[in-house]
């Protein structure tokens, strides 16, 4: 990169060719990539003194990226879930600027080989029926409990939903 400037510039281009039309992400997605931009453009504000505008892809190389992760844990309390979504858009971008800027290419893989930190995945719960019961009880009161859940591609339920629906039974008739 020449001019200050350019990381702007592959940032700009990274949300808005590679990000919304190349691979159509979400707007969560995009918001989410967004905020952690936010925060690490004023990490490195605190931290380096300088401007985003005044930043350049050299600033932001894997001790500096490790820094900021650990600043979001710390400082911030964020959880290891946060840091590592945080990780996961950094990454995305750095991808992308592999192919973009191959001059950086030894910064880039540096930056890449930062791993993601381990955390306690959440046991899912299922609902039973008696807990069905009573998280939805105005939606029976109202159709009626015969202890058969229609399931549906679409929530609540659209009419003239054309998906193949199925019954399942919750044993309580």
């Not at 949300?15 to 931009?37: C, E, K, P, W």
């Not at 900021?68 to 990780?87: G, I, Y």
């Not at 893989?109 to 009573?134: E, G, N, Y």
Request: aromatic residues 10%; hydrophobic residues 40%.
């Amino acid at each position: 990169m020449s001019a200050p400037n350019d990381l702007a510039v592959l940032i700009e281009r990274w949300f808005t060719d590679r990000l919304m039309r190349h691979q159509g992400v979400s707007s969560n997605t995009i918001a989410s990539y967004r905020d952690t931009f936010r925060l690490l453009f004023a990490f490195a504000q605190t931290r380096l003194g300088r401007s985003p505008s005044q930043l350049t892809l050299r600033d932001l190389d894997a001790p500096f990226i490790g820094a900021f992760l650990e600043d979001l844990e710390t400082l911030r309390s964020a959880s290891v879930r946060t840091s590592n979504l945080r990780l996961t858009a950094i990454r995305s971008f750095f991808r992308y600027a592999s192919f973009e800027e191959p001059a950086h290419s030894a910064q880039i893989q540096r930056v890449l080989a930062i791993t993601s930190k381990r955390c306690d995945k959440r046991q899912l719960q299922f609902l039973t029926s008696p807990r069905l019961k009573r998280s939805w009880p105005v939606r029976i009161a109202a159709h009626g409990w015969d202890g058969v859940i229609t399931l549906c591609c679409c929530w609540p339920r659209k009419r003239g939903c054309g998906s193949r629906r199925s019954s399942i039974s919750t044993g309580t008739r």
